[in-house]
């Protein structure tokens, strides 16, 4: 049974990016001194014009969902390697290379999904053409995956929440 779900807002993706920055400037500058190591290169990447135009041509190439256009509209990409295991939202221009390389995936009985995020074990996330946020269950574009997140909003609060109880 499908669940309806609010489509993905921009301003609220803008104000996750505000929010999610400002955890991680603090967060980063103790790293070091927590952690016993520097921190690797955590940061949430506002859209360009050049990343626009590889969203426009992403939504060209593939069944992407509108959450994730309009996620790609405000944010290009985010790279959180210290954040719990990791976590990267690959850029547009990512997504549609290894779309071309491996296509989308199966995701249950749902739409195809198209792979936008990974970890730093390898684990994917899919988004399917309902917003539906799928996680693989191995590190491989060919076996199972599994829901990880009603939507592309809850999967960046998942990852809010995570930098949050890190700091």
Known sequence: MDVAVER??????DGWCRRASSILEP???SFQETHGFPPGENAVALATEESHEA???LV?????SSDLTTLYW???EVSLPDIDHGYFIHSPATVAEHFREYGAVDVD????GIVFASDGGGLLFAVATSGRVWRS???SWFDDFEG??????EFLEQIGQRITDQS
């Open 148 to 153: 990880a997140a009603m939507s592309v909003q």
């Open 27 to 29: 967060l980063m500058s």
């Open 8 to 13: 993905l807002d921009s301003e609220w993706v």
């Open 55 to 57: 969203t426009d041509a």
């Open 109 to 112: 009985d749902e739409s195809p």
């Open 74 to 76: 405000v944010i290009s």
């Open 137 to 139: 269950t191995t590190a």
């Open 60 to 64: 060209d190439l593939t069944p992407v």
